[in-house]
Nanobody
């Protein structure tokens, strides 16, 4: 079983930055891809970015390309989402997720992920 703990959410004005962290624990050796999803009010949960823990390949939704950067610290079993040039459309609950035994090949999709964090709120004001 894999446990995920997120941190780093908060409130920021448009144009600002935030960094989210997600620490994995438990049976991490079976995890192949970790990702961030977000859910905005009235919208379905969408994949934001994913990273393969082996080769380090990253995948981003078009809406965040050039603004968000996903990185990983293998020693700490932690991934980070650096979010720059935030806008009000980025507001939502951000969830970390882990996919056992399956590498990501494109923008993450919910069905591929079995372990989820509790979520951290990001609010961007204009």
């Amino acid at each position: 079983q894999v446990h995920l703990t997120e941190s780093g959410g908060g409130s920021v004005q448009a144009g600002g930055s935030l960094r989210l962290s997600c620490a994995a624990s438990g049976n991490v050796n079976i995890v192949r891809c970790m990702a961030w999803f977000r859910q905005s009010p009235g919208k379905v949960r969408e994949g934001v970015a994913g990273v393969n823990l082996g080769g380090g390949a990253t995948f981003y939704a078009d809406s965040v390309k050039g603004r968000f950067t996903l990185s990983r610290d293998s020693l700490k079993e932690t991934i980070y989402l650096q979010m720059d040039s935030l806008n009000t459309e980025d507001t939502g609950m951000y969830f970390c997720a882990a996919a056992p035994w399956k590498y990501c090949t494109d923008v993450p999709e919910q069905d591929d992920f079995e372990a989820w964090g509790q979520g951290t709120q990001v609010t961007v004001s204009s």
